[in-house]
Nanobody, 129 residues
Framework: QVQLVESGGGLVQAGGSLRLSCAAS??????????MAWFRQAPGKGRELVAG????????YYADSVKGRFIIPRDNAGNAVYLQMNSLKPEDTAVYYC????????????????????WGQGTQVTVSS
């Protein structure tokens, strides 16, 4: 059974930093063969893609709202993905979800949540002004 386990959320002041972690296990094939992404959902809003990374880190995606502030590195084994969040703003407040892509070895990051078949439990990030 595929599991995505997230950690690292919390409360931070505006301008601060947080690092989220997501560890993947249980894929029939290695988790590193799948793209990974971070989505977020703020109260009363839909789920939005924040950042994504393909297998072998071939391609990256960042939402315009986080470009230059967030980074999505992946560990060398490919089984964990992180979200380094810098210069946080109150509008970054949301529940953040790690997700694993449905299809193997894609060369581009899918921006549709329908293309992700496994999700973490979510971790709350709250940025105070």
């Amino acid at each position: 059974q595929v599991q995505l386990v997230e950690s690292g959320g919390g409360l931070v002041q505006a301008g601060g930093s947080l690092r989220l972690s997501c560890a993947a296990s249980g894929r029939t094939f290695s988790p590193r063969d799948y793209g990974m992404a971070w989505f977020r959902q703020a109260p009363g809003k839909g789920r939005e893609l924040v950042a994504g990374i393909t297998w072998l880190s071939i391609s990256l995606y960042y939402a315009d709202s986080v470009k230059g502030r967030f980074i999505i590195p992946r560990d060398n084994a490919g089984n964990a993905v992180y979200l380094q969040m810098n210069s946080l703003k109150p509008e970054d407040t949301a529940v953040y979800y790690c997700a694993s892509e449905r299809y193997m070895r894609r060369a581009d990051v899918s921006t549709s949540s329908d293309d992700y078949d496994y999700w973490g439990q979510g971790t709350q990030v709250t940025v105070s002004s």
